[in-house]
T-cell receptor
Framework: EPEVTQTPSHQVTQMGQEVILRCVPISNHLYFYWYRQILGQKVEFLVS????????KSEIFDDQFSVERPDGSNFTLKIRSTKLEDSAMYFC???????????????FGEGSRLTVL | QQQVKQSPQSLIVQKGGISIINCAYE??????FPWYQQFPGKGPALLIA?????SEKKEGRFTISFNKSAKQFSLHIMDSQPGDSATYFCAAPNQAGTALIFGKGTTLSVSS
């Protein structure tokens, strides 16, 4: 069964360092998302991406965050200068259509745990 | 930003009992309300969803009830089983319909 894969599964970094989290969405999906979850709590929306541009971003997704689909298969989240409060589980998701359409189910990866020291 | 309020935060139910989780949403232009289930160490996965041309949708032991006038929907798990122990998230579309906004989650423990 097709699945969303994320790497790394766990990354430890020093505050102020740049981090890139990588995702390979399901191959026929067109819509891509990043969410984060702090300590198993709320799943917070960061950004949605379609047709090589950001569709929507939340207040959390400030200038230190960026997303890219560099090669037609990978979808990356970059955090330019990490802060302690960026420590969280970051989930990538993809869907065939927008969430409100018939085939809009979001398929999530297993997450990348980011620990900022 | 669109808000989705979910309750209770945690729930303990005996095996065979009924688990009920509630969700309230703010105004949305899109009537699509899913529930996602998350097991420890995994990403959330779609459990059941409703498009409210109906007030209720049932899939096996899982039922969504929807009250449009109250802007509320709920998940009922009948005959709860230990394997249902997980975190459940309700969600609603954002204003543009380009993403889902999730509630804070309910941790369900079904005791045997």
């Amino acid at each position: 069964e097709p699945e969303v894969t994320q790497t790394p599964s766990h990354q430890v970094t020093q505050m102020g360092q740049e981090v890139i989290l990588r995702c390979v969405p399901i191959s026929n999906h067109l819509y891509f998302y990043w969410y984060r979850q702090i300590l198993g709590q709320k799943v917070e929306f960061l950004v949605s991406f379609y047709n090589n541009e950001i569709s929507e971003k939340s207040e959390i997704f400030d200038d230190q965050f960026s997303v890219e689909r560099p090669d037609g298969s990978n979808f990356t989240l970059k955090i330019r200068s990490t802060k302690l409060e960026d420590s969280a589980m970051y989930f990538c998701a993809s869907s065939v259509e927008t969430p409100v359409n018939g085939a809009g189910e979001l398929f999530f990866g297993e997450g990348s745990r980011l620990t900022v020291l | 930003q669109q808000q989705v309020k979910q309750s209770p935060q945690s729930l303990i139910v005996q095996k065979g009992g009924i688990s009920i989780i509630n969700c309230a949403y703010e105004n949305t232009a899109f009537d699509y309300f899913p529930w996602y289930q998350q097991f420890p160490g995994k990403g959330p996965a779609l459990l059941i969803a409703i498009r409210p041309d109906v007030s209720e949708k049932k899939e096996g032991r899982f039922t969504i009830s929807f009250n449009k006038s109250a802007k509320q929907f709920s998940l009922h798990i009948m005959d709860s089983q230990p394997g249902d122990s997980a975190t459940y998230f309700c969600a609603a579309p954002n204003q543009a319909g380009t993403a889902l906004i999730f509630g804070k989650g309910t941790t369900l423990s079904v005791s045997s």
